[in-house]
């Protein structure tokens, strides 16, 4: 491994195109957990990202060329390489700490940089198969996932949480074939698990744990607002029942009234304390701005 990672920087460049080996035969990659795997030809064992029709392979290492600091740190580089089918090196790079590489069939790619120290900052980098630059963004917040759509025009990426920080909580759009930002908006649907773009139409879905699909167009405009507001009232989601109850004032319609208090429901029966408790204070709530007194109080109590 030491060797390997010697070997992509003695030359001392940020970036570099590779020289091709010439070999025929498919790169061996041994898959592991979590992710990583092995690839024998060039002692490597670590992340690793294909894309869709298995011409290019992306594998990066979060540590420094010796390999003997890794993780968070304060210095010492880490290293990316992009890799033809046979398993020739196309191009290889630095970043302070790479993670969460993808690549397109184009052999476009995207990596995250988590950089070094402690500061709540992260940057969102594309190239092209060469090595060429598309983007550099830099964040005043972490990154917590990203992707890549299949034809390596479009990407998005989501920030963590930083007090005081425009960049917070939100999801970012990039056109990589303009080079910019396109859109970004607030993270009101929580974590995405996974993501799925449509192009031909300029669209993006944002994937949850439980396989929810909640599509955006590339402007940052949710696609059926009022049928994902349907979805998570349903399912007793307390902090979208609150946001709407919140924004409403209290002025409520009956059908929309009627369909919260069965959400309510819902998040009541639930194992979680926490949330059966935020339940019934909403309820109580409720009757008490419609002036239902007993009940405010049964469910208060």
């Known amino acids: 491994m030491k060797g390997f990672l010697k070997g992509l920087f ?6 570099e195109r590779a020289a091709q080996t010439g070999r025929t035969e498919p790169l061996e990659i041994k898959p592991f957990s979590h992710g990583l795997v092995s690839i024998p030809s060039l002692d490597f064992f670590g992340p690793h990202a294909a894309s869709p029709n298995g011409r290019f392979h992306l594998i990066w290492q979060d540590r420094n060329p010796e390999g003997t600091i890794g993780g968070h740190r304060d210095e ?4 990316w390489t992009l890799l033809s089918g046979n398993g020739d090196r196309l191009a290889t790079g630095r970043l302070e700490r790479p993670q969460d590489g993808h690549v397109a069939d184009t052999g476009t790619f995207i990596l995250s940089d988590w950089m070094f120290g402690d500061g709540l900052s992260g940057r969102l980098l594309a190239f092209r198969a060469d090595g060429h630059k598309l983007i550099k963004h830099e964040f005043s917040a972490n990154l917590t996932s990203s992707d890549l759509s299949a034809d390596g025009r479009f990407a998005i990426c989501q920030t963590a949480n930083a007090p005081g920080s425009a960049d917070s909580c939100r999801y970012f759009l990039f056109d990589l074939d303009r080079g910019c930002e396109i859109a970004n908006w607030e993270q ?5 698990d996974a993501y799925a773009f449509d192009p031909a139409d300029r669209r993006v879905y944002l994937i949850g744990k439980d396989g929810e699909r909640v599509g955006y167009d590339f402007d940052g405009t949710m696609i059926d607002r009022e049928g994902w507001q349907r979805s998570r009232i349903a399912a007793g989601d307390i902090r979208i029942i609150r946001s709407i109850t919140d924004a409403a004032a209290g002025e409520l319609s009956q059908e929309r009234r009627t369909a919260i208090f069965a959400g309510l429901d819902v ?13 019934l204070r909403l309820r109580g709530e409720l009757h008490e701005h419609a002036g239902e ?6 469910a208060y109590n």
């Open 267 to 279: 998040a009541e029966a639930s194992a979680e304390v926490w949330r059966q408790a935020q339940a």
């Open 188 to 192: 009101e649907t929580g974590w995405a």
């Open 293 to 298: 007194i007993v009940a405010a109080i049964a």
């Open 10 to 15: 003695g030359g001392g460049r940020d970036v």
């Open 76 to 79: 010492g580089h880490g290293s």
